[in-house]
């Protein structure tokens, strides 16, 4: 039967089930554990219902790199940079990328300064800004994970069946799987919350090879607090016995087989290529590059020589968005956190983003 958001909102922020399931936890807890949320998602919701006050002393929530804007590393964000100073450009992209500070300037500075920058939904919003102005050159800046990367693909195919020749897209889209194995081994980390959104995209097998391979618990989370709290219970236990698996505790969103068209869509659009993570560095086969086949609407090959010619910025150096990244530091062990960095006038782009740890952390710091 189907139920309203508000329905759904009161069964999963329900306070008995809560406490019963901080109950559980602390009844199954066995001993010092600390958990990482790969979901910039799951960071807003943990600090917005001030869920590690509830769990047992030991027990840690830290954030990984499951923010998409926070992870795009600052050559990338430079290119993007140097292809909307192009005066002919309608430069488009997510909100939150405009104010990813680069040196002491950002797409949201360009924009004050006249260039044309537009924020968007959707690519396919960009698709229509094409069609809307055949004299001007529209780039949409694409990033995210494997949630955002299938629309990105369809449009990419509507621009190829249009034949359009003033569109084209700047790829910053990356995966999980090979950032998780580049970032776990030798880490402190005992077990992962899992993305439900990519989930729902890629299959609950898609996250398999976290037990498999890298020997740690892992399970598939929802966002309100009784999806998350069920996820947390769930490693705890698997923790408790030995054992390492993996478990979707997300169900009503995510199918064994996630969604078909969605995966084979980017299968049909993205090569798998080496990307920089901002953190974690270069890793092997973690991004999408556009194939061959829509190469003519790469926006890194259309406009190649103006970026090679860009400037590269660099980061803060006392910024240690990396370390919080990597769930080396909590963002309130960063020096600049609520003194030089805030939401008005970040720092690093942990503090800038809607999924960011720091930016989530200097929200809900009361609570």
């Not at 530091?329 to 740890?357: I, K, Q, R, W, Y």
Request: with cysteine; glycine share 8%.
């Amino acid at each position: 039967m189907f139920k309203s958001n508000a329905a759904l909102w009161a069964e999963y922020r329900d306070k008995s089930r809560i406490k019963l399931l901080c109950q559980q936890i602390a009844e199954e807890y066995s001993g010092p554990m600390r958990i990482m949320e790969v979901c910039g998602t799951h960071t807003m919701s943990i600090y917005h219902y001030g869920i590690r006050s509830l769990l047992p002393e030991g027990l840690q929530l830290i954030s990984g790199p499951g923010c998409p804007v926070c992870v795009t590393d600052e050559k990338t964000v430079s290119a993007a940079l140097a292809l909307a100073k192009i005066p002919n450009i309608i430069f488009t992209t997510y909100g939150d990328m405009l104010r990813v500070p680069a040196g002491n300037t950002s797409l949201q500075r360009l924009r004050d300064e006249g260039a044309d920058i537009r924020i968007l939904l959707s690519p396919l919003d960009a698709l229509e800004l094409a069609e809307q102005h055949p004299e001007r050159q529209i780039v949409f800046f694409a990033v995210g994970f494997e949630t955002t990367a299938p629309l990105t693909a369809a449009t990419l195919c509507r621009a190829k069946e249009k034949a359009l020749q003033n569109f084209s897209v700047l790829c910053a889209h990356k995966t999980m799987p090979q950032a998780l194995r580049s970032l776990l081994p030798g880490s402190a980390v005992d077990a992962l919350l899992c993305p439900g959104h990519v989930a729902a995209v890629t299959g609950e097998a898609f996250f398999s090879f976290v037990p498999q391979d890298l020997k740690r618990s892992a399970a598939i989370a929802g966002f309100e607090p009784v999806d998350i709290l069920e996820a947390v219970l769930a490693v705890v236990r698997m923790h408790a016995q030995g054992g390492a698996g993996l478990l979707n505790c997300y169900p009503r969103a995510v199918r064994p087989e996630g969604n078909p068209l969605a995966m084979k869509m980017m299968e049909q659009v993205f090569v798998p290529c080496d990307a920089v993570w901002r953190g974690l560095g270069e890793i092997a086969d973690s991004g999408l590059a556009i194939g061959a086949a829509y190469r003519e609407f790469d926006a890194a090959e259309r406009f190649k020589a103006e970026i090679a010619a860009a400037d590269c910025y660099r980061d803060n150096p006392a910024c240690r968005c990396g370390f919080v990244l990597r769930g080396e530091c909590t963002p309130e062990e960063c020096p600049l956190f609520g003194n030089a960095c805030t939401p008005d006038h970040p720092c690093g782009a942990c503090m800038v983003s809607g999924e960011g740890a720091c930016a989530a952390a200097y929200k809900y710091r009361r609570i």
